[in-house]
């Protein structure tokens, strides 16, 4: 089997490129069933929905200057060292046309040994770039940065979470929707995979009227929901909660919405507090919501969407929501990682 990138056997990002498109999709769904297995789970498991290749619309990118040239890329199979690529068939186009510009901004500004950590956003609306190095917070940077936006065409440059360069506003839509999203905020990978699950979840909360968005980020699920039930979004990060709100408050023709900052897994809902839902949408970052599960397991609620990037985690909150009476009646994988060990999934749980 040919790879797909010059770059496969060295860099880290990809490990699944030499095998048949058949044994890679059989792979990525056994990594589902067996997990689940692990926690004594048996549940119908459908085939993998692949997104194609290109449509990778966020990445993380490391950057060295050394000897007055840069290194731009990914880091190796386990090392730290950084391959720098000329090619990257998972990533959007718009993305991997950047590089050259990139290399010779960071030629420029990067200081000599210096390193650097580049988080990119293809939005809707125009590249976001968000860049984590000792820069240098005078007149003279500033305004190189703005010079390099313009001539490269990115919307805004963010440095540890803080704009520093801004010519239009990066955003995405959700639904009916609309959204500006906040510098480096969290955006599913790819607009179809992102798609998939947002259906799923729409189907498995259809009959509720009242749902709780837990760790609902942006709003990648609240919007679509809110064309049909009341929704409250709770998510820790205030710029997030904001950007969701403002994108509610301009947007016609949906349910009411209201949020609320608020960390889940020091205080997650209580089962009094789930009580007054019919639907909750849950969607945690890797480390799954383990507390949150055991306060939904002793609730009243009915109907429960869990959306997980680590089968793992999903798997031990599965299990908790099992024991709790919960029946998983449906999961869905999405593989949203072509090529890597990482599988995106959803699951549908209803009150037994």
């Not at 917070?137 to 990115?154: E, F, G, Q, V, Y």
């Not at 942006?218 to 710029?239: I, K, S």
Request: net charge positive; with cysteine; hydrophobic share 45%.
């Amino acid at each position: 089997m040919t790879a797909a990138c010059r770059h496969f056997g060295t860099c880290g990002g990809c490990v699944h490129q030499d095998i048949s498109d058949a044994d890679y999709r059989a792979l990525k769904r056994k990594f589902v069933v067996a997990a689940l297995a692990r926690h004594g789970i048996t549940a119908p498991v459908d085939d993998i929905v692949e997104v194609p290749p290109g449509t990778r619309r966020r990445a993380t990118m490391k950057a060295k200057l050394d000897g007055g040239r840069v290194a731009l890329g990914f880091h190796a199979a386990r090392t730290h060292d950084i391959v720098d690529i000329a090619e990257c068939p998972v990533l959007a186009p718009a993305l991997t046309a950047l590089l050259p510009g990139l290399r010779a901004m960071l030629a420029e500004l990067l200081a000599p040994a210096g390193d650097a950590e580049l988080r990119l956003t293809a939005s809707e609306t125009g590249l976001d770039l968000g860049l984590r190095w000792r820069l240098p917070n005078d007149t003279p940077t500033l305004a190189a940065l703005a010079r390099w936006a313009a001539k490269l065409k990115i919307a805004r440059i963010s440095a540890h979470g803080e704009t520093v360069v801004s010519l239009a506003s990066p955003s995405v839509r959700f639904g009916k929707a609309q959204v500006n999203l906040p510098p480096e905020t969290f955006l599913q990978p790819t607009r179809e995979g992102q798609a998939a699950l947002q259906a799923f979840v729409c189907k498995a909360l259809a009959r509720a009227k009242k749902i709780a968005d837990l760790f609902s980020g942006c709003g990648t699920f609240t919007f679509p929901l809110a064309e049909r039930a009341r929704v409250h979004a709770v998510e820790l990060e205030l710029a997030m909660l904001g950007a969701l709100d403002a994108a509610a408050k301009a947007t016609p023709g949906l349910k009411p919405i209201t949020t609320e900052k608020r960390n889940l897994f020091k205080r997650p809902l209580t089962d009094f507090e789930l009580n007054a839902y019919d639907g909750v949408c849950l969607d945690p970052p890797r480390a799954g919501a383990q507390e949150q599960a055991r306060t939904l397991a002793k609730s009243k609620l009915a109907r429960i969407a869990y959306v997980s990037c680590d089968v793992e985690t999903f798997a031990r909150d599965a299990r908790i929501l099992i024991d709790g009476r919960f029946t998983l009646k449906r999961v869905l994988p999405v593989d949203q990682f072509l090529w890597s060990s990482h599988i995106e999934l959803a699951g549908e749980f209803v009150r037994a």
